[in-house]
């Protein structure tokens, strides 16, 4: 029996993909809702196998390929490529999967265990994706995430050296308190934002395209927003055209009342955008609810913001 579970919807693609644990399923934008014959083995469904096979968040290319970034055991990723049958392309890393990236500790001890998060592809074609780990804190007793991995991947399907040390970004704000990072988007200038809760904080890390931190962001590239968020967390973030950063997620409303959707913003230098609704988070209460747990965040033609 196969465990199914759905964990990723990329909205770039010009059909509806869902993903899950070595499967990617398509349905066709001709024929909504039904699977697309032209995928796959003839029903719209492929199976790819990779090891532990755990995925979340999938890009396409601008000529149509399909990426995801893969947790392939507990201490290497890789990042798949399909061609728009669904077929690996194997003209990344001669087989559609890119050479073993091997999964560094982040500081001494190192993670207990990795998660896979997020993928996007960046205009040239190299493929980015994010990973979170786990570790003991000290004198806790318990284990937490505290930070996140950023790996990039050349068009080819090299490790791209050039990123970061050996092609991995490491973001942790703190070894000692926990972070947690959903979120990974693209500036279109090539930098690069991390999105979460940096030390229990709503916040935006932003990348050089190098894979260094943007001293000019925020502080050290971090960016939190002054204004508290009660029972917060951030899964979505994006760029907006005019440089500035919006995030989705789940928020309290002022005083404590039930958890709703927010979007906050931030300005193209990290500060908290005040002129963006009350102190730069727009909250959405849910009536009737206990309150939701998570928010995806996408743009309207026309600017506004879904959640």
Not at 58 to 70: E, M, S
Not at 114 to 122: C, K
Not at 243 to 253: D, F, K, T
Not at 279 to 306: E, K, M, N, Y
Request: net charge neutral; with cysteine; hydrophobic share 40%.
């Amino acid at each position: 029996m196969t465990m199914i579970e759905i964990i990723g919807l990329g909205a770039a693609l010009r059909r509806g993909l869902a993903m899950a644990t070595m499967l990617v399923g398509i349905t066709s934008a001709a024929a909504p809702g039904s699977p697309d014959t032209t995928f796959g083995a003839g029903n719209g469904v492929i199976f790819t196998s990779a090891g532990l096979g755990r995925s979340l968040g999938i890009a396409a290319t601008g000529d149509g390929k399909i990426v995801r970034g893969v947790l392939t055991n507990y201490s290497t990723a890789n990042v798949f490529r399909y061609r728009d049958d669904g077929t690996l392309d194997t003209s990344f890393n001669s087989t559609g999967r890119s050479v073993d990236v091997a999964l560094p500790p982040l500081f001494e001890g190192g993670f207990i265990n990795h998660v896979a998060r997020a993928t996007t592809v960046q205009p040239d074609g190299k493929a980015l994706f994010m990973l979170t780990g786990e570790r003991n804190i000290a004198g806790s007793g318990t284990t937490h995430q505290t930070g996140a991995l950023v790996v990039r991947v050349s068009a080819n399907g090299t490790v791209d050296s050039a990123f970061g040390t050996n092609g991995i970004a490491t973001v942790e704000p703190s070894a000692n308190a926990e972070s947690k990072f959903v979120g990974l988007a693209m500036q279109p200038d090539g930098k690069i934002l991390v999105a979460g809760l940096c030390v229990g904080t709503p916040c935006a890390v932003r990348l050089l395209p190098n894979g260094s931190p943007d001293a000019g962001f925020g502080v050290n590239g971090i960016a939190n927003h002054s204004t508290a968020i009660g029972g917060g967390s951030v899964t979505s973030i994006t760029a907006l055209p005019d440089g500035r950063i919006l995030m989705g997620g789940v928020c309290s409303a002022v005083g404590g009342a039930q958890p709703g959707f927010c979007a906050s913003r931030f300005t193209a230098t990290g500060t908290t955008d005040t002129a963006y609704a009350s102190s730069g988070i727009a909250r959405v209460l849910i009536p009737g609810t206990t309150g939701p747990f998570t928010a995806q965040l996408a743009l309207g033609p026309d600017g506004s913001v879904l959640l």
